[in-house]
């Protein structure tokens, strides 16, 4: 079993706004790419987060092999519960996904 | 045609002067920088200050107030100062005023201001004027009034007011990213949805390049869409680089929202035009049936008084959770016994998920763990008071009662430091207008007169 950071050239996340976390998955190749889209399934980034499947938006890129998904912040950015002011460390959570 | 240079991603980054001085060879119709954005967290326009130096940024502004004087073109910046309050607008025409003064230039300046009143906000509610975004926490007029600074972005109609007063500079409050980009392009009638697209691509600078520290690329705009050339010696735009920049702090990769309006990139086609310059064409726009401009805005959160505490002892690294949990409660209740309660302490443990939380599914201790103390309280002196009284549990705190009293490692002297007053985001909603003018504030300065 790989870790989805092991086969994806790159995880990013970053705050869009102080209220939304968009985490890019960038594939590198249309294989690689069919196989994180098929793996990394809404459900289980939400599980993640310890949110609601349904907050997590979806967006399969195949043209640039990006499997993007987009979801309310954990906490809003900077408040007394934020951990992570500008959003990037989410990313580590997402490439020790199992795939 | 219309040429915009973007000598970086924002004002006080840096950028390659080198590049900035090709950029300006190439004839722009007008220099746009961004002066901020939300990214640096609520503090600042909570307290509507720059997250910059003074000094980098007279040094970096008064380099393009320069360049702006050569090429005989307007400079504009928006979100001056980080947040685009009206106090970090001032701080920046204050700047500008002395660069004026000390290079003995003569600008036309005009400033746009994005603050907005608590209570003319107050009666647009109970209008019905502002709409809630998804998420937006719940607000009030009380909401509104605690707040310490609430801003508007302006779009691309109030960058044309400003830059139709003939002014040489424009300096703006908040603004989104894209509008001092698309205005002048859009006032000159090229492609809307290639003014919107090409503004988007270009508001973190060389970002949307093989080389980002390069900073400087131009943009020209055009009947059917824009072309970008990155001024950095080794920078290339590619189809690649410049699409993939759509995904960048965007939650969704085809949609903008602006005011007035969104842009739709799903029908773009990206072509390269050669190895390091990149056409685009087939974005839309699509005008909205409502004008709206987003509110931001942030207010007083309490005071925090922090502390650090490094342990390395291996028994207390590895119970180092429940002897945590113990100096919480401890300590809470000894400050409630104390100074009443209304205060909050917690420690997090770094080292082992200080950063994640509870959302960690990998944290494992090393051989010592950081414990940051964080005491959130209503006052400064509240605040500081019970971080006196969780210091000696942070330094002497035994795992069981049989133990000898442990001491553990404060890197400092005090080891607690007053962060002040903490802020937080509370708004995240659009205010309708009628007239995009009515919620922003205009006016123009002769410097060096």
């Not at chain 2, 509240?382 to 971080?387: F, G, H, K, W, Y």
């Amino acid at each position: 079993m790989s870790k989805l950071g092991d086969i994806a050239v790159k995880v990013r996340s970053k705050n869009a706004g102080p209220f939304w976390l968009t985490v890019d998955i960038f594939c590198g190749t249309p294989e690689v790419y069919a196989q994180v889209c098929a793996a990394v399934t809404s459900t289980r980034v939400a599980a993640l987060f310890k949110a609601d499947p349904a907050v997590v938006d979806r967006y399969e890129m195949a043209s640039l092999s990006v499997l993007k998904l987009s979801l309310p912040r954990p906490s809003i950015q900077g408040t007394r519960q934020d951990r992570d002011m500008h959003g990037a460390s989410f990313a580590a959570l997402v490439a020790e996904l199992d795939v | 045609m219309v040429k915009v240079l973007i000598p970086s991603g924002a004002l006080g980054l840096g950028y390659d002067r080198a590049a900035l001085a090709r950029g300006i060879a190439q004839n722009p119709d007008i220099i746009a920088i961004d002066g901020g954005s939300t990214d640096s967290g609520p503090h600042y326009l909570g307290t509507g200050t720059s997250k910059y130096a003074r000094g980098s940024t007279k040094a970096e502004w008064r380099e393009l107030m320069e360049a702006r004087a050569e090429a005989g073109v307007p400079l504009i910046i928006g979100t001056a100062g980080t947040c685009g309050a009206d106090s970090a607008v001032d701080w920046l025409v204050d700047i500008t005023r002395e660069i004026a003064a000390e290079a003995g230039m003569k600008v036309k300046l005009a400033v746009l201001k994005s603050g907005q009143r608590p209570d003319a906000l107050s009666d647009a509610l109970g209008q019905g004027k502002i709409t809630p975004l998804n998420p937006a926490p719940e607000i009030s007029d009380d909401v509104l009034s605690s707040c310490s600074n609430i801003v508007a972005l302006a779009g691309a109609e109030q960058i044309q007011a400003a830059l139709d007063t003939g002014a040489d500079i424009v300096i703006a409050g908040r603004t989104t990213d894209t509008a001092i980009i698309s205005a002048l392009p859009l006032a000159k009638g090229c492609h809307a949805g290639g003014a919107w697209h090409g503004a988007k691509i270009g508001e973190c600078g060389a970002l949307a390049t093989t080389a980002p520290n390069s900073g400087t690329i131009l943009i020209e705009f055009d009947a059917e869409g824009f072309t970008i050339t990155p001024m950095g010696a080794e920078a290339r735009a590619t189809p690649h680089t410049v699409s993939a920049h759509m995904l960048y702090e965007n939650s969704n990769p085809d949609v903008l929202y602006e005011p007035g309006g969104h842009l739709d990139v799903s029908r773009s086609h990206y072509t390269a035009l050669d190895d390091r310059t990149v056409r685009v064409t087939g974005s839309e726009w699509i005008v909205s049936d409502r004008y709206t401009v987003k509110l931001e805005g942030a207010r007083l959160a309490g005071f925090q008084t922090v502390s650090l505490v490094t342990v390395r002892d291996p028994r207390y690294v590895e119970n180092i959770r429940a002897w945590c949990d113990d100096i919480v409660t401890k300590a809470t209740a000894k400050a409630e016994a104390r100074v009443g309660d209304g205060f909050e302490i917690e420690l997090r443990l770094i080292g082992l998920d200080a950063t994640l939380g509870g959302l960690d599914t990998a944290a494992k201790a090393g051989t010592e763990v950081g414990v940051l103390g964080m005491v959130t309280a209503p006052t400064e002196a509240l605040s500081r008071e019970v971080a006196k009284v969780l210091n000696p549990y942070l330094l002497h705190h035994p795992l069981t009662e049989e133990e000898e009293m442990p001491t553990f490692a404060f890197p400092f002297s005090p080891p607690e430091v007053s962060r002040g007053a903490v802020y937080e985001f509370c708004l995240n909603h659009v205010l309708e207008l009628d007239d995009p003018m009515d919620a922003f504030a205009l006016r123009v300065e002769e410097l060096g007169a």
